[in-house]
């Protein structure tokens, strides 16, 4: 077994955002891995973007700090220059912009999730390429393959918080 | 005479030309240098007063040990300490140029610095040079809002944990700490702890050896414990000592003082018109 920790931080991860009937609910787990060594199993993947916006990381480590990094700078000055909370769609369009304008150098996976008060919660899926994705339910990370089925079978419009909260438990148990 | 192309001028930046070119030698099969690379074990904890840091003494290049007792804890701040693993020129040369923004910042800020600056700086240079500044670091200090601690990796990512350990000897380290690390250590049971963990790593990682380093830094106060602990003592020393043979010859010493230049300057006389 080769443990190569010279290799790039990757987040070998599973991220979801769920929208439900009052808002949005994400999740994420913890581990970020170098090769097969684990190098910080308590991270935290969930980002802060402003009050109301948050992301989901996945992908490489420094692409996807640097990125939120950035955005968060963006949408500070947006906030201000606005006099209002930013919208969800505001801030999953800076994400993209700067995901796409440098897709040969980046390579991390996005799930901007939020509450504005016009169109109150909304999940936008950034994957790879800068392709913005608004969508009722969101999955990213290499863990997520294993989660297409599931949600296939279990979600459904309309959820309420508790239900959209434990679909979101039982996903990350999945191996 | 045939036009040629405009040379375009660099747009700044870090340039990748060499890189490509050393990439394309390696390629055809030349070896290249080796770096001086400091193995290493490096490890930080939060105990309940401040942030204590811990680092071995050796430095390799490849099988070899270069330096039996170099100095892995960098300075930063007076409450701020780094302690680096990977290529030792970029660790020093990445300390030290981030030690000397943050002092201009502090000269213009007129605050002492806080942690989360130093990482900013650090992470946003590791980030720019893609990985090829070959720092990983352990970042920790005690400033206005409480004691921090946190790696850095090569290519820019970092964490902010109560204790971490980074290096060759990371994996000994960290099974130490895993196994007895709990919140709310005292001094005592904090240095006893990181030097049981560099301990770990010095005698099982081949890239870690020679003597413990520990930086203690605590609200207003810090103490730089060089070589607390030598669990590997020269035991043998030749007790006839050493002699030179006859044909070497000990020139005297003799030491001329400078005369001291001193220079005469006329006063010249008055401009008149």
Known sequence: MDLNLDAPHSMGTTIIGVTYNGGVVLGADSRTSTGMYVANRASDKITQLTDNVYVCRSGSAADSQVVSDYVRYFLHQHTI?????ATVKVSANLIRMLAYNN?????TGLIVGGWDKYEGGKIY?????GTVVEQPFAIGGSGSSYLYGFFDQAWKENMTKEEAEVSILISMLMP | MSQTAVDVPPKGGFSFDLCKRNDMLTQKGLKAPSF???????????????VILGADTRATEGPIVADKNCEKIHYMAPNIYCCGAGTAADTEAVTDMVSSQLRLHRYQTGRDSRVITALTLLKKHLFSYQGHVSAALVLGGVDITGPHLHTIYPHGST????????????????SVFEAKYKEGLTRDEGIKLVAEAICSGIFNDLGSGSNVDICVITKGNKEYLRNYMEPNPRTYVSSKGYSFTKKTEVLLTKITPLL???????????MEE
């Not at chain 1, 897709?103 to 390579?107: F, Y």
């Not at chain 2, 001291?260 to 008055?270: C, F, H, K, L, M």
């Open chain 2, 159 to 174: 964490d902010t944990l109560p204790f971490a350990t980074m290096g060759s000897g990371s994996l000994a380290a960290m």
């Open chain 2, 260 to 270: 001291e230049r001193v220079e005469i300057t006329e006063v010249g006389e008055a």
């Open chain 1, 103 to 107: 897709k040969n150098m980046l390579q």
């Open chain 1, 81 to 85: 220059q606005l006099g209002q909370p």
């Open chain 2, 36 to 50: 001086l690379k400091t193995g290493t074990t490096i490890v930080g904890l939060i105990f309940k007063d401040g």
């Open chain 1, 125 to 129: 899926g950034i994957p790879l390429g």
